[in-house]
DNA sequence: CAGTAGTCTTACTCGTGAGTAGGTACCAGG
DNA sequence: CCTGGTACCTACTCACGAGTAAGACTACTG
């Protein structure tokens, strides 16, 4: 396994793509401290000076992962999403969007999810600023379609919840993944767009049919 | 400042003790690895190899640090919490009680939340164990008071979802210190239970007076 | 078939931090 | 005033991992 000598030449940026690739999954497996370049060098079948000549540092190559995980989420969140609907289907296309994008990519999330938020450095911005744009499109979403006279502080929070348990019932997911994504999605619409109260009384939302 | 050359005198419990409010506090600000077994010791005025003596290896000062704060923390919510009552209620005064705690005990919360489940090894052991208490709770709240044929597997996400939503709204708060608790704890409240569905229409849940 | 630009490597340096060896001060009870 | 025993210290060892120096290999260009 370890016999080979030299890599085969390749072009920069496909070199640049499958060391991206390797650190978003030895960063994922390991934490952002307990990787080590060399262990990335590793996996990405290449040799350590290449990795810093390529992405600089180990904080940037982990920011430049988070950028780009990051950017796939939201582009896949923003595709998926339905503008000019009604409240709770634009709610109910965004989630099964980012289930649908978790379910495949679970290293990208772990990346995302668990290593970024826990470093303290310039990494939680770039994570904090993707956060932040969910939590305003939620917050957007709510106060535009409310009646109650909602401050801005009230609809971020809720926002907030609703993304944490979003994030928290993704993560419940991995380790059961058995269930469908949109089965997964359906429960936390129900949750967040019935509440407690109504389900207790067994009434549900419903997503697709009619309309 | 550096001037200290003995320590003073003291029975190993209250030292011990010492010791781990300094590794609390110092896990919560730098994180698991960034946090040096050289700063804990400064930190709680003793030098290193009383750590070692009395709390053993950094990973088992972890543990232990987490298990003392999350024990900390069941009993402050399991003190909260009123039993025999109506479901509503109960979850009102869990919360209640959750992020009462969380408002004092600030650097507990963090170690707890972000630092211990960014690890993979034994501690995300000790925490998963927490949560899963907390977790199972709310499902059987959740079973015991609902109409509906709720699988197993509905009524635990849905608890981990609600759990989620508190985490995420607990880290919220840690960035708008400014409002109270029992505001933050309603908020959630509000949602879980009435859903964005009534909140949009103004119908909110009211807390105490009644009954 | 030079020359040169870009890919790729081996083999180091050097700081940092976990864990320890081998003591020194202080307080019993005899 | 000796004799332990427990709290406490300074000053190391040693591994591991980030980052680099210096050069070798390949391929295209005139």
Same mark, same amino acid.
């Given at each position: 396994?370890?016999?080979?000598?030299?890599?085969?030449? #390749?072009?920069?940026?496909?070199?640049?793509?499958?060391?991206?690739?390797?650190?978003?999954?030895?960063?994922?497996?390991?934490?952002?401290?307990?990787?080590?370049?060399?262990?990335?060098?590793?996996?990405?079948?290449?040799?350590?000076?290449?990795?810093?000549?390529?992405?600089?540092?180990?904080?940037?190559?982990?920011?430049?992962?988070? /950028? /780009?995980?990051?950017?796939?989420?939201?582009?896949?969140?923003?595709?998926?999403?339905?503008?000019?609907?009604?409240?709770?289907?634009?709610?109910?296309?965004?989630?099964?969007?980012?289930?649908?994008?978790?379910?495949?990519?679970?290293?990208?999330?772990?990346? #995302?999810? /668990?290593?970024?938020?826990?470093?303290?450095?310039?990494?939680?911005?770039? #994570?904090?600023?993707?956060?932040?744009?969910?939590?305003?499109?939620?917050?957007? #979403?709510?106060?535009?379609?409310?009646?109650?006279?909602?401050?801005?502080?009230?609809?971020?929070?809720?926002?907030?919840?609703?993304?944490?348990?979003?994030?928290?019932?993704?993560?419940?997911?991995?380790?059961?993944?058995?269930?469908?994504?949109?089965?997964?999605?359906?429960?936390?619409?129900?949750?967040?767009?019935?509440?407690?109260?109504?389900?207790?009384?067994?009434?549900?939302?419903?997503?697709?049919?009619?309309?």
């Amino acid at each position: 396994m370890r016999t080979e000598g030299r890599a085969k030449r #390749l072009p920069r940026a496909v070199r640049e793509r499958q060391i991206m690739d390797a650190a978003v999954d030895v960063f994922s497996r390991l934490g952002f401290h307990s990787a080590s370049m060399d262990e990335i060098s590793e996996v990405a079948g290449i040799s350590k000076p290449m990795l810093y000549a390529y992405l600089g540092s180990k904080e940037e190559l982990f920011a430049t992962c988070i /950028r /780009r995980e990051a950017t796939r989420m939201m582009e896949a969140i923003a595709t998926g999403v339905e503008p000019d609907q009604e409240p709770d289907v634009q709610l109910w296309s965004g989630l099964r969007a980012f289930f649908g994008f978790v379910g495949e990519n679970r290293a990208s999330w772990m990346v #995302l999810h /668990r290593q970024a938020s826990s470093q303290g450095g310039p990494f939680a911005v770039e #994570l904090m600023d993707m956060r932040a744009r969910a939590v305003s499109l939620v917050a957007a #979403l709510l106060t535009q379609s409310t009646k109650a006279p909602a401050t801005k502080l009230e609809a971020e929070s809720l926002a907030a919840a609703l993304v944490g348990a979003g994030e928290s019932l993704a993560d419940w997911w991995l380790d059961h993944p058995e269930e469908p994504a949109g089965v997964v999605a359906a429960r936390l619409m129900n949750l967040v767009w019935m509440g407690f109260g109504d389900l207790v009384d067994g009434n549900v939302w419903h997503p697709p049919s009619r309309r």
